[in-house]
């Protein structure tokens, strides 16, 4: 048997605040992209160069867009591993945010049949 549209309402409502809280108990969150980075110098005598390259790294690098400028900086072992949970933690929290957006969308198309079925004919 199909659920009332008050019922399918007060889910979409309860699945809301659900959302909501997850969103509540996300950390530090960093837009970005972190990469392991490996590099060859110009020194002629360098193992970089040696025959299999032997190349220096790995450097951990942050980069992303502020004001329409890419800024990159490199980071510390410690510091990558806190970029990486603040990315994920972005990440999470962009999808939640799609999530509530549909579960908005479908209870406002509910609310919005309520309101219209409600209001005076004219």
């Given at each position: ?13 309860r699945?809301?605040?659900?959302l ?5 108990d996300i ?12 590099t060859?110098?110009?020194s002629?005598g360098c193992?970089c ?9 790995p450097y ?12 990159t900086?490199?980071?510390?072992p410690a ?6 949970e603040?990315?994920?933690n ?8 799609d ?17 219209s079925?409600q209001?005076?004919?004219?």
């Amino acid at each position: 048997m199909g659920r009332t549209p008050q019922q399918r309402l007060d889910a979409y409502e309860r699945r809301y605040r659900e959302l909501a809280a997850q969103l509540a108990d996300i950390g530090m969150i960093s837009a970005g992209t972190l990469t392991r980075r490996y590099t060859r110098c110009t020194s002629p005598g360098c193992k970089c160069r040696a025959d299999p390259p032997q190349p220096h790294g790995p450097y951990w690098q942050w980069t992303r867009k502020i004001d329409g400028k890419t800024v990159t900086r490199r980071l510390t072992p410690a510091e990558a591993k806190l970029y990486r949970e603040w990315i994920a933690n972005d990440r999470r929290m962009r999808r939640l945010i799609d999530q509530m957006r549909t579960v908005a969308a479908k209870a406002a198309d509910i609310r919005l049949a309520q309101a219209s079925q409600q209001a005076p004919k004219v």
